[in-house]
């Protein structure tokens, strides 16, 4: 593994249209990084919740990001790994895992 990884779900407190009875973003944030710590342990990850209609105003990329979300560009949560996306609406953990083994973590 070259660099630790950093992995963001931007969300909403609302649940998006298209998820009504999926996971509020909140929840598929704290299911990531439990599911991630588990399949890859001792190998160190940064974990990020960004709230689509707040985003940390310190963090242009992040902003950019969440705008796009916020404008239908997709459907929330949004899953990103360095800044690829690798889910939204109901990600899978196929795709998340996938992503992370390309970027050099183990199970």
Sequence with gaps: M???SEIVVYGAEQIC???????????TY??????????????????????????PTED?????????????EFFYPVVTINGVVVGEGNPKLKSVYQQLEECGYES
């Design 17 to 27: 249209a298209s998820c009504v009875g999926m996971p509020s973003s909140v929840e």
């Design 60 to 72: 242009q990329e992040k902003v950019d990001f969440a705008r796009r979300v916020v404008n239908e």
């Design 30 to 55: 704290e299911w990531l990084e439990a599911a991630i710590a588990r399949k890859f342990p001792n190998q160190p990850f940064i974990m990020t919740y960004v709230d689509i209609f707040h985003p």
């Design 2 to 4: 070259n660099k630790q």
